[in-house]
């Protein structure tokens, strides 16, 4: 028997905003002190958030990705470390769900995730590899039915808080380098030798340190699919557009800190337009180019669902890599925009209209799988594919 | 046919294997096929039979096989005769 809990009764977006209020709290202490963002997480699970995305049957509520990538922009208006957290752990769970039907353990384990609200983490990046999601160094070792896996990972987000990590690796000692298996190990069935501190310019609460990862676990935990598949079906559009969202939640708030800056100038001098206001007006311009971007590719991802030829197609995948290459940019023009209009109240930490938090969590932006390497793949593609030109598909 | 196939898989397909050792249903993206070289396969295959992918083959299953190229091309030479 299912009987819905207060909490279900109401909307994704509203128990986003709950959640975000609490994120924002602690926004500027996380990014000073470079630690996980636990307040707005806690939030998060306590609104039930964790597991959204899972199916009914599995225990979740079979959001849409529209719905998540709304929860990741609400998030993104608060604490870009929450948002990202949140936004990687969905991207793991579109993973999952996908692309694991008929395991058993799989199955099980979805559920688990809504029940417990579970944290899942990523080690795609390697040393060695870069930002390369579809080589890996690292390959599983399947002796029996254990599999055992050493990754040197150079950047796990929240490595040390999630609860289970997904780990990208070759099928085999003897396979290519583009020949990889996913593989989820829970918390118990792995070690993280810290390697590396992550004290950088922005998105510091992600707290994306490197680990040399070392796992043991039932080999029935590799995903059944080639993560080639999984990759090119769902992680990639799903990261682009998760990401996408919640940086549209970055720009967002700057464009509304940038609006009470001007409207505060726009009282104290009654009848004269300030000057900040034609700024603010491009600034909504752009904001706007951003959104329509982002909800342009859901409903393609949407369209799409569960038919994999569709998913797979290049035109597709030029579509999703353009979103990527497209929020990325404009969202640090725009928060430039917003910085000029603020000035110095901008400029400094500490004021309603603060941007600096903004502006650095920005700047991951582009380097999240470097824009030049997505816009080599892109290039590559363009030179079979065509590019689609209908306005309307 | 599969043994065009199989010249440009030499030429353009960058394996760490022989082609020689490929069975022409073995998944080639098992053998090492990326996905930048199965776009420059792609190019060699449309100066090889003078034909042009279409989007709905612009895919990962177009080129999972030597068997699935062959069955790819047969395909776009049917229809682009026809038309
Ligand atoms: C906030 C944040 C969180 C992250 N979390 C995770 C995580 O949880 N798990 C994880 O695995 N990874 C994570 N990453 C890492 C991320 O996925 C990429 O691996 C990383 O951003 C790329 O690292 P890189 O710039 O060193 O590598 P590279 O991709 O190798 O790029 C290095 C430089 O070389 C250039 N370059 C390299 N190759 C090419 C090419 N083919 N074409 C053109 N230019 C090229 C690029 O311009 C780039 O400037 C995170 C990154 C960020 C910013």
């Known amino acids: 028997m299912n009987v819905a809990s207060p909490i279900t009764a109401l909307s994704l977006a509203e128990r986003a905003q709950r959640a975000a209020k609490v994120a924002a709290e602690f926004a500027d202490t996380v990014d000073r002190e470079a630690r996980f963002p636990k307040e707005g997480m806690d939030a998060v699970k306590a609104e039930r958030l964790m597991g959204i995305q899972i ?9 849409t990705m529209s719905e998540v990538a709304e929860v990741c922009s ?11 957290t949140y936004a990687m752990h969905q991207i793991q769970i579109a993973s999952l769900s996908d692309h694991a039907p008929d395991s058993a353990w799989h199955e099980a384990f979805l559920k688990r995730i809504c029940d417990e609200q579970l944290l899942i983490g990523s080690a795609t990046s390697e040393a060695g590899i870069g930002g390369n999601l579809r080589n890996s160094v690292c390959a599983v070792d399947v002796e029996g039915d254990i599999v055992r896996l050493e990754k040197n990972a150079t950047v796990i987000s929240y490595g040390a808080d999630a609860d289970a990590i997904m780990v990208t690796s070759r099928r085999h000692k003897d396979s290519p380098p583009s020949d990889q298996v996913a593989t989820l190990f829970t918390k118990d069935q792995y070690t993280l030798e810290h390697t ?16 040399i990862f070392r796992g043991e676990a039932p080999a029935e935990q590799i995903l059944p699919k080639p993560f080639a598949e999984i990759a090119a079906q769902s992680m990639l559009a ?43 007006a491009e600034a909504s311009s752009m904001l706007q180019q951003v959104k329509s971007n982002v909800v342009a590719g859901l409903k393609q991802f949407e369209a799409g669902k569960g038919d994999p030829d569709a998913l797979s197609a290049m035109g597709f995948a030029v579509a999703m890599n353009n979103i990527k290459i497209g ?37 991951s932006a582009q380097l999240m799988i470097s824009n030049d390497r997505i816009l080599g793949n892109t290039s590559t593609m363009l030179l079979v594919g065509k590019q689609e030109t209908s306005l309307l598909r | 046919m599969n043994s065009t196939i199989r010249d440009l898989l030499t ?14 249903d073995a998944d080639l993206y098992e053998a090492g096929l990326s996905s930048f ?26 080129f999972s096989s030597i068997n699935a190229i062959a069955a790819s091309v047969s395909q776009i030479t049917e229809t682009q005769q026809v038309a």
Request: glycine content about 10%.
């Open chain 1, 238 to 280: 799903v990261s682009h557009l998760l990401w996408g969202a919640l940086w549209f939640g970055i720009a967002a708030d700057a464009v509304n800190r940038a609006q009470s800056y001007v409207r505060a100038a726009a009282r104290r001098s009654p009848g004269q337009t300030p000057p900040g206001a034609l700024r603010l």
């Open chain 1, 327 to 363: 929020t990325s940019q404009t969202i640090l023009d725009i928060i430039n925009q917003c910085m000029l209009i603020c000035g110095i109240q901008g400029y400094k930490n500490g004021t309603p209209y603060s941007l600096g938090r903004h502006l650095r969590d920005a700047h």
């Open chain 2, 37 to 62: 070289a199965s776009v420059q396969l792609m190019l060699g295959l449309e100066e090889a039979f003078d034909i042009e992918f279409p989007e709905t083959l612009l895919n990962r299953k177009s």
């Open chain 2, 11 to 24: 030429k353009h397909g960058r394996l760490p294997v022989s082609v020689d050792t490929i069975a022409d």
């Open chain 1, 55 to 63: 199916p009914v049957q599995h225990g979740g509520e079979g959001a």
């Open chain 1, 196 to 211: 590396a501190e992550w004290d950088t310019l922005g998105m510091r609460g992600t707290c994306s340190d490197g680990y």
């Open chain 1, 74 to 84: 609400i998030l993104g208006k608060a604490c870009a470390a929450t948002a990202m």
